[in-house]
């Protein structure tokens, strides 16, 4: 990640997005092609969304949850806006020019009503709806321009007011298009594409503002001064102009000044602080804007508001400022409320920004632990985060705090920069020196940390106060040094932890007695080499603490006689940390040379790979990584493991560390148990008399011991995720590349090489040199093969990520907010996401595993496959197809075949998850039983869906007996019908015994007489079968499941009259005779074949009179 560039002191605010409103979309069916959002309008409470399709959602802007839902047949919504004084009403327009406003009546509970409508404007498309500001009139305007006037009754006056019917009023008519409308204090104020007009309704007087004209869509809106001392002003009112101008007139339409914003508009965009990507500032100076205005709005704190479609610009007009723009895309509407925008782009997503201060964004961002975010907004606006009053909003701690969150491994260069900003923090005294003045001279004070005022009262100067206390406080810290370095001997001998609680109470305690920080004063050289000392005292405390675990006896538990050892002790345990100071600081040539042999061999094993030959043959390959495998094993593998040297047991990890501790603990109970004089035995049997379930755990430990002494190499070595030894960045990028190709050779090379490190153990040694996603993908390619694999993967990562906040969020058990956590964590690697996934799957199962559709493509359906039950795969995978449109299933599913033989094992498991028995389905000798076919399967549409997809022939086929073989029969006859095998699709049909097989729009009807004949064989053949079977069902067999809904019986007869409506009565009847089959039709089946008879003679004689006509029609025109 390159250095974050510093924005200009000049910019203070960003736009901020913190809210998702996808998932509202996708609740209200707003994403798909079909139905789409056309405009939006926003209040205090509400957020209301016109539709395509002529609905009009209301939600609640507390939780995003929707409180009503309007239809209108009219048309689509065109336009929707709020009433500002009482937000029970709201006004929509639709594409027929239709003008309704409603009456919500939510807080009685109420039905909504129509309360006016208003077919003035029909035919015209509406382009602006303005509210009064005190009484319930909307104002319309339309692309004729013209601008009507519309009143509401209420029910909130009386019982008779909704029954009163306004007029509705035509205002004016300007001379071209209405762009926008505004009122404020009685003023209408009408934007058109030529000049902006300013009417007085009350008087009823109209006037222009300014003389000169214009050509184009430009916008004009009121400005409130109701701030400061500008209360009771009237307001002011601005109107847009070509090139990036603006005309500030008064109440009257009297134009004041004009605003040129061209030059102003050369400076580069601010980015879009979002969690759906990083934001990028690029400092280089822009071209000077030349942008038609086409709204504007009254924004947020005295700022005017516009937009293109690719940008957003706010505007501080009172002195003719940029407060920012911004570049956003695709952008149709805006609608805001105070300090948020919400837009609505062309493709009919919402987004929900804020403008906000950079010091209260990133204290947002904290809240939200978006930390790697924050850092960004931090590093990018220094000049706001560092100045005093930002500490108001985000302390010093919070920003240490966001500094211990970031990773240095993933963001270097962000954890730099951001070190340089808290160097650069002043404090919150340094911003109240007005403050401090105004206490009196004869009382002096100090400034804490948390920004309390620490007052002393004196009867001397203050300026003799302020160098008495510097005097004081240094002596205090030497006296601290002192005592801080008593204590660190001291608790180099005593290792009670209580006693060593209490010395740090008492050192704290007399610290904050007599000494209060102050920012502006540097460290002392001594409190450097302090802290130098102090971090080797405590690697030489800890080591030593290691060594005496693994070598300790049943003489060291007692602390009484190690204190009683005096000070022959305490001089052992001082010189050998004199003697760790010197090994410390002789092995820092060794570390330095030990990488620049790694960085050689690595340099050496780039520039050989670099040569093709090499490159693409294995074997040359594999020499290759070999011989810089043998340095790398060197300086960064593991320790022996057989030694019991502490270093072993640091690099090893807790695994290692913990298993020799617990073999000490048990050799020490041995050992006491022996000295005790008791037999071993009898204490045994009176554990277990007393607690079986303790013997059996013992039993337990003493089994593993064993396995552990049998076999050491049993246990797979521990993963390492960070490096032993600190590895420079260009380095670290080159190791990254040569181990994760080591990896995916070993892994892929089926001859095993002895001198090789195996693929799992190379992955769990050096998985902190190793690229994260291609180890993955390669996990997945070699899942069958090696699953350990994916395991060890699955591991690793879940011990980089333990320390993410996700975490505990996933461990408290709320599913959605864990699912929001990682939606905010977006865009995200697959890798970190999907050890989140994992934690959320153990926690939740099946429930979590249905949610994670929302992270496709991120997450793909290989990567549950690994993770879930059989069972529950299948229910992600169902809703994850489920979750596009209808026309773009099928090719989507076609998209996630990868590879092809994806598509047999999705099927077997769809056919036997939640499916029928196959004794309901089929019958002992493997056919279909009566219909069998009425069954339910859980994962119908899924499957219907792969059968529908395209595949070769032999693939086909095995889906087909597949289908067979579970008594899935609607799939088996579709694809006997691709395959061509029509005849077996015929007599599975016969003994399922449902004509609407052969009916149905997708059904199997017999193409020529001789499929019919075979058809009508069948059933006669078939029918006694199946009358067994439906007997055998309706004795109360548990398979007749959904047969009341199935189509007719399949009979010769019921075929016969199927023939006779395609080829005719008489037809049919000869197909029956050369069939041999004698049938006596009912009195039903012979009268619909006499009414098909006449039918049919009816027919030919109306063709026979058209042919008639026809021909003498062409004889007379040839004559």
């Known amino acids: 990640m390159p250095l974050i560039p510093v924005v200009p002191e000049n910019h203070s605010h960003v736009l901020a997005e913190f809210d998702c409103l996808d998932p509202l979309l996708s609740a209200l069916r707003l994403d798909s092609g079909r139905l789409k959002c056309t405009c939006l309008a926003v209040s205090r409470k509400w957020l209301a969304l016109g539709t395509s ?22 048309g689509s919504i065109t336009q929707v806006a709020c009433c500002p004084h009482d937000e029970d009403f709201i006004a929509i327009a639709t594409s027929q020019g239709l003008v309704v406003v409603w009456e919500l009546q939510l807080e009685r509970r109420g ?35 013209k601008v009507s006037l519309l009143r509401a009754g209420s029910s909130k006056l009386g019982k008779g007011s909704t029954f009163v019917i306004f007029p509705v009023q035509t205002v004016t008519t300007v001379d071209s298009r209405v762009v926008q409308l505004g009122y404020q204090d009685g003023r209408l104020l009408v934007s058109s594409l030529s000049r902006c007009y300013l009417c007085d309704t009350d008087r009823e007087k109209f006037w222009r503002v300014g003389y000169k004209e214009r050509d184009g869509e430009y916008g004009a809106c009121f400005y409130p001064q109701n701030r400061g001392l500008l209360v009771g002003q009237p307001p002011l009112l601005y109107s847009a102009r070509p090139g990036s101008r603006i005309w500030e007139a008064s109440f009257n339409g009297e134009v004041l000044s004009t605003h040129q914003f061209k030059q102003p508009l050369a400076c580069p965009p601010l980015p879009l602080i979002t969690y759906r990507d990083e934001p990028h500032y690029n400092p280089a100076q822009k071209s000077p804007q030349s942008i038609a205005f086409t709204k504007l709005l009254y924004f947020g704190d005295q700022n005017l508001l516009t937009w293109t479609d690719s940008a957003i610009y706010i505007f501080t007009p009172q002195n003719g400022q940029v407060l920012l723009w911004t570049e956003v895309k695709d952008l149709v509407n805006i609608a805001v409320y105070r300090n948020e925008l919400f837009c609505l782009h062309g493709s009919g997503r919402l987004s929900h920004l804020s403008l906000l201060s950079a010091e209260r964004c990133v204290e947002r961002l904290l809240r939200r632990e978006s930390w790697p975010l924050a850092a960004g907004v931090c590093c990018m606006f220094q000049h706001t985060v560092t100045s005093s009053r930002a500490r108001k909003s985000i302390p010093i701690d919070r920003l240490e705090h966001l500094r211990s969150q970031l990773s240095s491994s993933t963001h270097p260069e962000l954890c730099v920069q951001l070190e340089e900003v808290i160097s650069k923090l002043e404090p919150l005294d340094s911003a109240s020196s007005s403050r401090r003045s105004s206490i009196s001279s004869h009382e002096s004070f100090n400034v804490l940390d948390c920004g309390i005022y620490r007052v002393i009262s004196r009867r001397g100067s203050q300026s003799d106060e302020e160098t008495s206390s510097l005097i004081n406080q240094s002596a205090s810290e030497e006296e601290r040094l002192k005592e801080f370095s008593f204590v660190q001997e001291e608790d ?73 050892g005096g000070q022959a002790e305490i001089s052992a345990t001082t010189s050998f940390s004199e003697e760790m100071d010197n090994e410390v600081y002789d092995e820092m040539p060794t570390i330095e040379s030990d990488m620049q042999e790694l960085r050689s061999a690595t340099e050496r094993a780039i520039s050989q790979i670099q040569d093709p030959l090499v490159l693409l043959d294995p074997d040359c390959l594999g020499e290759t990584l070999l011989k810089w495998l043998v340095v790398l094993e060197r300086i960064l593998g593991p320790a022996d493991h057989g ?70 190499e049993t246990r797979p070595d521990p993963v390492r995720v960070a490096s032993p030894k600190a590895v420079p960045m260009d380095l670290l990028a080159d190791l990254n590349q040569l181990a994760t190709l080591y990896t995916e050779l070993s892994c892929f090379r089926k001859e095993e090489n002895e001198r090789a490190l195996g693929c799992i153990a190379f992955l769990r040694r050096y998985f902190f040199l190793l690229d994260q996603e291609r180890v ?55 890798p970190p996401l999907l050890a989140h996934l994992h934690r959320l799957y153990e926690k939740h199962g099946e429930a979590a595993v249905r949610s994670f559709t929302q992270f496709y493509p991120t997450v793909t ?58 004794c309901d389905t089929l019958n002992p000798d493997g056919e279909p039983r009566w219909h069998s076919h009425c069954f339910s399967w859980g994962y119908g549409r899924l499957l219907s869906l792969l059968i529908r997809l395209p595949a ?20 088996y006859i579709s694809l006997c019908c691709e395959l061509q095998r029509r005849t077996e699709a015929f007599s599975a049909i016969c003994r399922l015994d449902d004509i609407s097989l052969l009916q149905e729009a997708g059904g199997v009807e017999p193409q020529t007489l001789e499929e019919w004949k075979l058809l009508i064989r069948l059933s006669q053949r078939c029918s006694g079968a199946t009358d067994s079977d439906q007997l055998t069902g309706v004795n109360g067999s548990g398979w007749s499941n959904g ?69 003498r029609f062409l004889w007379s025109q040839h004559a």
């Open 53 to 74: 399709a002529g609905g009009l959602h209301l939600i609640q802007k507390e939780g995003w949850k929707q409180r009503l839902i309007l239809t209108h047949k009219e």
């Open 111 to 145: 039905r909504p009503e129509r309360v006016s409508v208003s077919w003035e404007h029909r035919g015209q498309t509406i382009t602006s709806l303005c509210w009064d500001t005190s009484t319930l009139r909307v104002f319309v305007g339309d692309t004729g321009g």
């Open 492 to 564: 180099q001998v005593d290792h009670d932890p209580q006693s060593a609680e209490r010395v740090e109470a008492e050192r704290s305690d007399s610290g904050l007695q007599f000494h209060l920080p102050l920012s502006f004063r540097p460290k002392p050289p001594r409190i450097a080499l302090q802290a130098v000392k102090d971090s080797v005292s405590s690697f030489v405390k800890k080591t030593t603490e290691k060594i005496n675990i693994l070598q300790m006896n049943s003489e060291l538990w007692q602390r009484t006689e190690f204190r009683e």
């Open 643 to 712: 030694s019991a040297a502490a270093g072993d047991s640091i690099t090893d990890g807790l695994g290692e560390e913990r298993w020799d501790y617990l073999n000490a603990c048990s050799e020490q109970q041995e050992e006491s148990s022996l000295s005790s004089g008791e037999p071993r035995e009898s204490m045994t049997e009176e554990k277990t008399e007393e607690s079986p379930e303790l013997g059996e755990k013992e039993d337990q430990c003493d089994s593993s011991e064993k396995e552990h002494e049998v076999s050491n």
């Open 776 to 830: 993955r993908r390669m996990c997945l390619l070699c899942h069958q093969e090696q699953p350990e694999a994916q395991r060890s993967f699955t591991e690793a990562m879940l011990d980089v990520t333990q320390h993410s906040k996700v975490v505990e969020v996933i461990q408290r058990g709320d599913l959605l907010r864990s699912l929001r956590s990682l939606r905010e964590l977006q865009p995200c690697s697959a």
């Open 861 to 918: 359906p290989a990567d549950i496959m690994t993770m879930a039950q059989q069972s529950h795969f299948l229910a992600y995978l169902d809703n994850l197809v489920q979750s596009r449109t209808e026309e773009d299933r099928l090719s989507f599913l076609q998209s996630l075949l990868e590879p092809e033989s994806l598509r047999q094992d999705w099927l077997e498991l769809a056919l036997t998850h939640d499916a029928p028995q196959r």
């Open 952 to 971: 070769d022939l032999s693939s086909k086929q095995k889906m087909a007996e597949t289908c067979r073989s579970h008594g899935y029969w609607t799939g």
């Open 1043 to 1111: 047969s009341e809904d199935c189509g007719g019986k399949m009979s010769p007869e019921t075929l016969t009259l199927m023939l006779a409506r395609c080829a005719g009565p008489d037809r049919a009847m000869a197909v029956l005779e050369e069939c041999g089959v004698q049938l006596d039709l009912s009195p039903h089946s012979k009268l619909v074949c006499e009414l098909l008879r006449v039918t049919e003679k009816r027919q030919r004689a109306m063709i026979q009179t058209m042919l008639e006509r026809c021909d």
